[in-house]
């Protein structure tokens, strides 16, 4: 088997002096769907910010794709790609909110590829392409946040909630761009979610947390 994208070794987080996260090992594979699952203040949230790197543990080593302390890396910290229950959109067109990223990092007209993103989201992009940020329901603008990380082809996206208060039409697009990311680009995905059907429909495995520790499967 091939090595792991992510090995934690003896990861430990606190925030003012108090542990809320304490995972001793733990290898996520490329490719593989992860789901991640806990009551709240489990540590769902801080593992999947080691996760991005946009938090580094006060002990041990999150290593990616056999580099340790690879958040200090800001090519590594680009192949990864964060989405949270409450996505923030810029206050201008769905087709400039989903090329921003692509702009940022230099790449030309990008037209194609943003209108391929919102299809894999389930946004026609002859309706969506030039509607305002203000013109969206909550599932939409969801949507719209995914297809924005979607179209750097990330290595790995971590969906924190991403389905919380959403509409059905919109969680079940979202299964569905999570699934065509990884056949498309062999995208690794970790997935938070308090729908566990959901995650058992998309995830090969979830991880179960409760007080900052992973509970072994029973
Ligand atoms: P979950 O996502 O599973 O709800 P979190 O990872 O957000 O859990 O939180 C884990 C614990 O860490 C909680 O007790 C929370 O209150 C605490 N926590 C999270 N972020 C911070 C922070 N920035 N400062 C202090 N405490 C925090
Ligand atoms: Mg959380």
Known sequence: M????????????EYGGREVLCVPELDLPVGRITGLAGPNGSGKSTLM??????????????????????????GVRREVSLL???????????????????????????KERVGHVLEM???DPKL?????????????????????RLVLQPKVLLL??????????????????????????????????HDMGWLRNMCDEIIHLRGGRIQQPS
């Open 2 to 13: 091939s090595m792991p994208l992510y090995q934690l070794r003896d990861v430990i987080q």
């Open 84 to 110: 949270t229950q409450e996505p923030y959109l810029l206050k201008r067109s769905v087709a400039a909110n989903v090329a921003y990223g692509l702009k940022v990092r230099g790449h030309g007209p990008s």
């Open 160 to 193: 924190d909630e991403p389905t919380a208060s959403l509409d059905e039409v919109s969680v079940e697009r979202i299964h569905h761009a999570a699934m065509a990311a990884r056949e498309q680009w062999g995208t690794t995905l970790v997935v938070v979610s």
């Open 49 to 74: 910010r080691l996760l991005a790197f946009l938090e580094i543990p006060l002990r041990g080593v999150v290593r990616f794709a056999g580099n340790g302390n690879a958040g200090s890396d800001c």
């Open 121 to 123: 989201v389930g946004l």
């Open 128 to 148: 969506f392409m030039h509607r305002a940020w203000y013109e969206l329901s909550g599932g939409e603008a969801q949507r719209v946040a995914l297809a924005a």
